[in-house]
């Protein structure tokens, strides 16, 4: 199942990392290791924010994608369920089950 991790890293440590040279190369690390089917970066209630969208087939494999921005980058993260047009399409029928038993 398809899954956006959203990780805000505190200025704070980013701002060390990036001092020592080492921002990058440490997100890239964890890219490397997660194999995200995307990846983007922003800002977020004033932090560095990297968005990612993975492929978490298990609950268990959670901790191996949120432990290494826990570790390296001190980051919050949200793990949230995300869908394709693909996806939306399929669960057409379900909202249509659900309009119709609670809608207006």
Known sequence: MRFMIKAEMPVE???ELAEEGKLGETLQSIIEDLEPEAAYFSLSNGDRTGYFFVDIEDASEIPAF?????LALEANIEIVPVMTPEDLA???PAIDRAVK???G
Do not use: L
Request: proline residues 7%; charged residues 30%.
């Open 101 to 103: 038993k609670f809608g």
């Open 90 to 92: 399929k669960a057409g």
């Open 66 to 70: 949120a432990e290494p921005f826990f």
């Open 13 to 15: 440590r980013a701002n």
